[in-house]
């Protein structure tokens, strides 16, 4: 099953403070907030979160397709994508603002602060979907993932003309986005995306419950950190895998790499709960490197993270992933 993911292309500025955040903020001060926190290193890569998903698909043999917009300055991003696995034919080149850039500064305790310049990202809103889509090649799964918001507002109405399989992934764009903005993205995916703290925003943004959500989605991802990934659909239990112990070098990208394995192994049609296991192998290995294109979903090492965490013949379903016998 080939698939597009939408959304951010941007370049990372990682730093890394040694200290706590919150050895530096004053509870009774915090209306009249002013901090600055002295770095001890510095990494610039290649990120965004539609890039960083599609690397990590990439890297696991498929072949999917960024949808997003880019600066002139993303020629050498651009190339370092096409070695890694990913068409880049959706990527619309700005020509006059440079790549969205995310600045991030990491705790000792792995608390971030971040803050994000959009740039060429404002210009997604104006990418069609229906001529990157519509070839002779069908494509089974649109991932709408952070982007422009009238953007993924765009490509979601597109999917649900085009008659194709979308995924939701609001995640940081929550906070932007109403309530019929929020219900636009969610509302039929067949997926639906988030981590703890988004779960939270999404249901306060629509007012919905849990149940209400899951009625209008297929199945709802969330991730729960150390504690692994929540798979709920409506009507049925809940469904919790464990998350694989890693290292944890920058913890930035973790969530694009789980979303990256899930996708390639339910792109296989694997059920979801090894799907999971495979996200959460590849999330491990993202947390152990620094910047969210650093690791290497090397298939055996993959699939020897699965079997250790999960037990014997729990890679085996992943086969058609990873390789090997199934």
């Not at 955040?21 to 290193?41: E, I, M, T």
């Not at 988004?198 to 991730?223: D, M, N, P, Q």
């Not at 789980?258 to 799907?275: C, D, I, M, T």
Request: with cysteine.
């Amino acid at each position: 099953m080939r698939i597009a993911v939408t959304g951010s292309i941007a370049t990372d500025h990682l730093m890394v403070f040694p200290g706590r955040f919150a050895d530096q903020l004053l509870p009774d001060r915090l209306d009249h907030l002013s901090v600055s926190f002295l770095v001890d290193r510095l990494e610039v890569r290649r990120g965004g979160v539609a890039a960083n998903i599609a690397f990590g698909l990439g890297g696991l043999g498929l072949s999917p397709l960024l949808v997003g917009a880019a600066g002139t300055d993303f020629a050498e991003y651009a190339l370092w994508l096409k070695d890694h696995g990913v068409d880049t034919a959706g990527v619309r080149i700005s020509e006059r603002l440079p790549t969205a850039r995310f600045l991030c500064v990491t705790d000792q305790d792995a608390n971030q602060i971040a803050s994000f310049y959009p740039g060429a990202m404002t210009e997604a809103r104006d990418i069609g979907l229906r001529a990157l889509l519509t070839g002779r090649e069908r494509f089974g799964l649109v991932l709408i993932s952070p982007d422009d918001p009238s953007a993924m507002l765009r490509h979601t109405a597109e999917c649900r003309a085009l008659d194709i399989p979308f995924a939701a992934d609001p995640s940081q764009q929550l906070a932007l986005l109403d309530r019929g903005q929020v219900e636009d993205l969610v509302d039929g995916a067949h997926w639906l995306f988030t981590n703890a703290y988004e779960a939270a925003l999404l249901t306060g943004r629509t007012g919905r419950s849990r149940e209400e959500v899951l009625a209008s989605v297929g199945a709802w991802v969330t991730r729960l950190g150390g504690d692994g990934v929540r798979i709920e659909r409506a009507g049925r239990p809940p469904l919790t895998v464990p998350a694989v112990p890693a290292e944890i070098a920058d913890p930035t990208g973790a969530g694009d790499a789980f979303r990256a394995g899930f996708l390639a192994a339910v792109s296989h049609r694997v059920p979801a709960e090894p799907a999971a296991r495979l996200g959460c192998a590849l999330a491990s290995l993202a947390l152990g490197a620094v910047g969210p294109q650093s690791h290497r979903a090397d298939p055996g090492r993959l699939s020897a993270l699965v079997e250790q965490t999960y037990g014997p013949g729990t890679a085996a379903p992943l086969a058609p992933v990873l390789g090997g016998p199934s």
